[in-house]
């Protein structure tokens, strides 16, 4: 299954897993209340799984689970972590009609129940208070990111009090003094620091990054491999961990059409264009079964690959078909932006119609945006006076350079027309 998710301009977001522990299976329970003789009360664990959703139709709601019970057990195995979990859950799930008895507690009842071993069909985070402070630290440095420099002050200033490296310095202590205190597991400490480095990071501390990613893989098995690759890297936008984890996967099966284009995606997000291109053909070359909205995804890809290659009318042929497939404004962009590299001015104005037609609102809101990149096709055609008119238009709209490269500085090439926008008003 996939869905969207914006690239570099946040678009794709593909689900080609559950973000979950796992999908239904059938469950048994002990009496008709569910209930174990062994129940118990009395104080939780400190670290377990929270589950904060149950799926309807699985394993856990048959068993009578709820939303903020905490998974301590599974079978033999004490669960701390994401990681324990998948242990636990591949050393149990070898045959079908295997059972398996898991410990949850809500509140201070402790419930005990027995359920078909395998996914249990929930969704979960991990319950430790490390694990909260660490994630609210980098949530917050994601979150940073993601605004614009002209919106900053004074829309976001209080967001921007404590500077981006403190934070993130404080985030590195904070799993330091817990891999100290024993109160994280070593894969706990492991993948945190792998999330601490940032795809704009060095090349030396990418490499870091890789080591400690191999030294994850020789201790985990795919399965949990596969739930962080996407829920804690692609979906965190670490797209190098991420990557690698796909990488894993496409070995084990490399018809995985799903994990195929979410390669894709992490390529093109790293404008590493020559995979992000391959990771597509691969699919169209080897004939697998796509989807409508999979086809969608991979035109789309294809699409800014291109863009990436400067083969612009392949880019703007790419980015048609997925836009037929599923109308979206990102298409849109990519077509306006390959026609101004061209100067192609009659594919331009037939794209801004079209825009318009579809998205009469988003158009409105993104006008100066497409002033911005028919001025940079102007200039192309030697129309720099009508250029600098569009320039004049907006004379009034401050922070203009930094709204331009918010917009465009994402795809290829699209810091140019930011750059001719600047020059323009220079005139």
């Known amino acids: 299954m996939f869905s969207a998710h914006k690239t570099f301009c946040s678009y794709f977001l593909l689900t080609c897993l559950l973000a979950v522990v796992g999908a239904t299976a059938p469950s048994t329970v002990v009496s008709a209340q569910g209930r174990h003789p062994q129940d118990d009360s009395g104080p939780p664990p400190a670290r377990a799984l929270r589950i904060i959703e149950v799926f309807e139709g699985g394993a856990a709601e048959r068993a009578g689970l709820q939303r903020m019970d905490l998974l301590t057990r599974y079978g033999e195995f004490e669960i701390l972590d994401h990681a324990s979990y998948f242990a636990a859950r591949g050393a149990y799930d070898r045959s079908p009609g295997d059972k398996v008895s898991i410990v949850v507690w809500r509140g201070r009842n402790k419930m005990i129940r027995i359920v078909d071993a395998g996914k249990l069909g929930v969704e979960t985070n991990e319950y430790n208070p490390v694990c909260y402070q660490f994630d609210e630290l980098v949530d917050t440095v994601n979150f940073m990111a993601e605004i614009p420099a002209y919106k900053r002050d004074p829309e976001f200033k209080a967001h921007f009090k404590v500077p981006r490296e403190k934070l993130l310095d404080e985030a590195r202590r904070v799993i330091d003094q817990a891999e100290q205190d024993g109160k994280l597991t070593s894969t706990q400490v492991l993948i945190s620091r792998i999330s601490l480095i940032f795809d704009d990071a060095s090349a030396e501390e990418i490499k870091k990054q890789s080591e400690m ?12 491999i596969a739930y962080i690759g996407y829920n804690l890297f692609f979906q965190k936008k670490r797209y190098h961990p991420a990557i690698e984890c796909f990488k894993r ?21 790293l404008r590493m264009w020559d995979e992000a291109e391959s990771a597509a053909d691969y699919v169209f070359e080897n004939k697998l079964s796509l989807s409508k909205h999979g086809l969608h995804v991979a035109y789309s890809v294809k699409a800014m690959a291109a863009l990436g290659h400067g083969d612009y009318s392949k880019s703007i042929a790419f980015a048609e078909k997925s836009f037929e497939l599923n109308p979206d404004g990102f298409e849109i962009d990519i077509v306006l932006l390959a026609a101004a ?22 158009y409105e809101q993104r006008k100066f945006q497409v002033d911005a ?6 200039v192309k055609n ?15 709209l401050d922070s203009v350079e930094d709204r331009l490269n918010h917009y465009w500085g994402d795809y290829a090439g699209g810091s140019n027309v930011a750059k001719n926008w600047k020059e323009l008003n220079q005139d």
């Open 382 to 396: 030697d129309q720099r006076e009508r250029a600098r008119k569009l320039v004049l238009k907006w004379k009034d």
């Open 341 to 362: 590299e061209t100067g192609d001015l009659q594919k331009l104005e037939e794209t801004s119609h079209k825009f318009q037609q579809f998205f009469p609102e988003k």
């Open 213 to 224: 990613i191999a030294q994850l893989f020789a201790n985990q098995p795919d399965s949990f």
């Open 249 to 269: 996967q496409l070995k084990l099966d490399p018809s995985d059409i799903s994990i195929r284009l979410n390669l894709g995606v992490a390529y093109y997000n």
């Open 373 to 378: 990149v028919e001025a940079y096709a102007l």
